[in-house]
């Protein structure tokens, strides 16, 4: 009787240990999809996993990179003012944070601006009102300099915008080509010769275009946003368009005849085989069209002069302040850190609607 409870009990334990470790494995997947790999070994530490094994991948996934950025940082400082510019040294870590500060302080403090602006005008609209109930009032709209953070914000439209309308005809386009011979011979020129166009050669002709197409006092979009978001869409749908072709393309001559034996439609064919099958590569494109259209974008900003963060630099430039290249730098680092999470965005996403093993 004994043996049979100690065996129960084993039996118990290492089905609590399996189910644990089949928790951990996906919680650990998930957060390496998002950036944050070198939380699992954490978890699995204080889940009392292997702590030896653990302690290396903690090691490996947050001391090496840690030590790394702190040896570059210790880099950059020493080095920084060595290097003599027209405006002064090139800033340190410490006056780029001192800037990244002052810019999130102005942005309060704009804010602050607009709060009181605002209400300003319903405390004189009330008084108005008081006085004629049947008056008519206005409520104007705030006209403040957009900030550092609202620039961040408008690239950010901007490239979504773009990208989604890039990702709108390259992925049906991708696929028509994957499946018909004749749809690749036919677009496949096309793509060779408009792929490896500069956003720099595209910008001037979009902008004719949409000065000549956009017209009227109040526009539903601002020339400028249009101008923008076509650029990066014109730049940014060929990753898309050639990775879902091939996608589709590869997917199993078998699989293809499984669905002409049901009898199924084409659109069911493509919703139900196609799409699903070529998913990965789809996304694979669309990671890539994201991160081309993010570079795209802050360089037509500049070029035109366009609201958004390539303006922001562009302006700092001309400015020439002795604080000017401590706020370019800021913007640098705003760009490449957008453009991982742009990444990381895409990536989970792929992870939340595609299959896999740890799902």
């Not at 990753?239 to 199924?264: C, E, F, H, Y």
Request: with cysteine; aromatic share 8%.
């Amino acid at each position: 009787m004994t043996s049979l409870t100690d065996t129960s009990a084993d039996l118990a334990r290492a089905e609590r240990k399996a189910r644990r470790t089949h928790t951990l494995n996906r919680i650990a997947s998930a957060l390496a999809t998002i950036g944050l790999g070198w939380l699992a070994p954490l978890l699995r530490l204080a889940a009392g996993e292997n702590p030896r094994q653990q302690g290396v991948e903690l090691w490996r996934q947050m001391g090496i990179p840690l030590t790394a950025i702190l040896l570059f940082l210790a880099a950059w400082g020493w080095a920084a003012p060595q290097v003599q510019t027209s405006l002064g040294a090139i800033p340190g870590p410490a006056q780029v944070w001192e800037q990244a500060t002052n810019l999130y302080a102005d942005h309060k403090a704009e804010r602050a601006k607009e709060a009181a602006f605002y209400e300003r005008q319903e405390k004189r609209n009330a008084e108005i009102l008081a006085k004629n109930p049947k008056a008519e009032v206005k409520t104007r709209p705030y006209a403040g300099k957009p900030t550092y953070l609202d620039q961040i914000v408008t690239s950010l439209k901007t490239v979504f915008t773009g990208f989604l309308l890039g990702a709108l005809v390259a992925v049906p386009l991708g696929v028509a080509s994957g499946l018909s011979p004749t749809v690749n011979a036919a677009i496949n020129p096309l793509i060779q010769i408009f792929k490896p166009v500069s956003p720099l050669a595209w910008l001037p002709l979009v902008t004719m275009v949409v000065s000549a197409t956009v017209s009227g006092s109040d526009p539903l979009f601002e020339k400028s946003f249009l101008t923008s978001a076509i650029t990066v869409t014109l730049c940014s749908l060929w990753p898309t368009l050639i990775n879902t072709a091939v996608g589709v393309s590869s997917i199993d001559r078998d699989l293809m005849n499984v669905g002409k034996v049901l009898q199924l439609s084409g659109f069911t064919m493509v919703r139900r085989l196609v799409l699903p099958s070529a998913l990965p590569y789809i996304f694979t494109g669309l990671r890539l069209s994201l991160g081309v259209g993010w570079m795209v974008l802050i360089a037509a900003e500049m070029l035109a002069q366009n609201p958004g963060l390539g303006k922001f630099v562009w302006d700092e430039f001309q400015n020439g302040s002795s604080s000017s290249l401590a706020k370019i730098m800021v913007a640098v680092f705003t760009i490449g850190l957008i453009g991982f999470l742009l990444d990381r965005l895409m990536l989970a996403l792929q992870s939340a609607v595609s299959h896999s093993p740890a799902r």
